[in-house]
């Protein structure tokens, strides 16, 4: 089914996988505009040596220049968890139109300090393949206290 | 006097300074490690369209790129302005050892969605040069405002 929030959550989730494939914490975020991707990232903190390396910044970076605007108002991101509050906060400054995240983040999800981070206007949509985005999370944590 | 506060401040409002010459909005950074600079930046949103170009995060991801390392430990970050919640969750992130901030941000500076927002291991220190570093701040938008 073209176009539906699934959709386009499975491809955020290739990207977490590509995280995933490189050793990183599998996330995986892509931006929306007129039903075109035009910016995509995935969380490269470990091989870059840099906390804002978060799949979220990189795909607001990357959609901002696509756009030549550092507003992305009719834009949607989806990503596969909860962002961290450096990561909502860049979306509030961006503006961006919609948040559509999946597995929700227990232990550094921006919700855990306040609701309001998002910009008033940005639509958000919570749970989208929320079990596929989770489980990729849970394998990798896994793998790591397993050696 | 070498190695002050004041000092370093004043290198982060020379940032500054060259963000107001860019006709950006004025705030400057440095991280400082063992009295040297191994990070700076300057505010390039609109020269980058990019929201998350501000100073702290050019200045974080240089200071990793120096190093090595995603965290900052050992550092000191001097910025003109209070960090906005993106950049003071990119700090807590990056662990950073000290942050040391000019004018307090009414508008936007993180404090006002929580004081917790920093890691509990960084040592705050706020106002220094505020007036040099506000006065940049009013007298950029002063001018905005008469065109």
Chains 1, 2 share one sequence.
């Not at 386009?8 to 995280?19: C, I, P, S």
């Amino acid at each position: 089914m073209l176009f539906t929030d699934e959709y386009y959550m499975k491809m955020a989730l290739k990207e977490a996988v590509y995280a995933y494939e490189e050793d990183e914490v599998p996330v995986g975020a892509i931006v929306i505009c007129n039903n075109r991707i035009i910016g995509k990232g995935y969380n490269q903190t470990e091989r870059l040596k840099d906390v804002t390396a978060h799949a979220e910044m990189i795909a607001i970076t990357a959609a901002s220049n696509y756009l030549g605007s550092k507003f992305l108002e009719e834009c949607t991101l989806y990503v596969t968890l909860e962002p961290c509050l450096m990561c909502a906060a860049a979306l509030k400054w961006a503006r961006i139109s919609r948040l559509v995240y999946g597995a929700r983040d227990l232990k550094a999800g921006y919700s855990l300090t306040s609701n309001k981070v998002l910009h008033p206007k940005t639509e958000l949509t919570i749970g989208i393949m929320e079990n596929e985005c989770g489980s990729l999370l849970t394998e990798f944590f896994r793998e790591k206290r397993n050696g």
